[in-house]
């Protein structure tokens, strides 16, 4: 998602919130970089646009177990035009989130370290097991060059504006 210039990468596994909370963060104004893959240029630290109308799955806030919220069909949100960004915008932050369904982490934004953050970015890397060597660096790379928080949160209208005034 980006907002005046800057992008927020939201990288993380299936059920983590990224989707809604990228569709929540367009309510404050941000433009849709990309869903799901985004490419990046680490010599100019910019994430280059790939939009697709994010898939998001209802919010339901009894769910037992992650696995049944899984199984939820996703409906596709889709995204105007002019909410849409056109240009490789430069990386300001990292943020790895996770939906809290039970409500016990209203919103909590921490920092991470530069390690922490090298070893999940790894772990979401597309490229991993064709150029393994290369997306460690990638992902080191990242990590050393722009801040990176975990976030977690149960309601993701109030996610939306806590990362909007931040």
Partial sequence: ????????????????????LVVRLLEHSW???????????LDRRTALPLPFNPSVRPCV????DGVDFLEQPKTIVTVPPEQVAADPTTIGAVVFPRFEADGSEAFVLSR???????????AQSL?????????VRAACRLAETVPAYR?????????A??????
């Fill in 151 to 159: 976030l977690s949160y149960s309601d993701p209208a109030r996610a």
């Fill in 1 to 20: 998602a980006a907002l005046d210039g800057t992008v927020i990468l939201l990288p993380g596994p299936p059920g983590a919130g990224k989707s809604t």
């Fill in 61 to 64: 806030s009894d769910r037992v």
């Fill in 31 to 41: 433009q849709l970089l990309a869903d799901d893959v985004v490419p990046l240029d």
């Fill in 127 to 135: 490229d991993f097991r064709d150029d393994k060597r290369g997306s």
């Fill in 161 to 166: 504006i806590e990362l909007t005034e931040r």
């Fill in 112 to 122: 991470i370290s530069v390690v922490q953050a090298a070893q999940a970015l790894a």
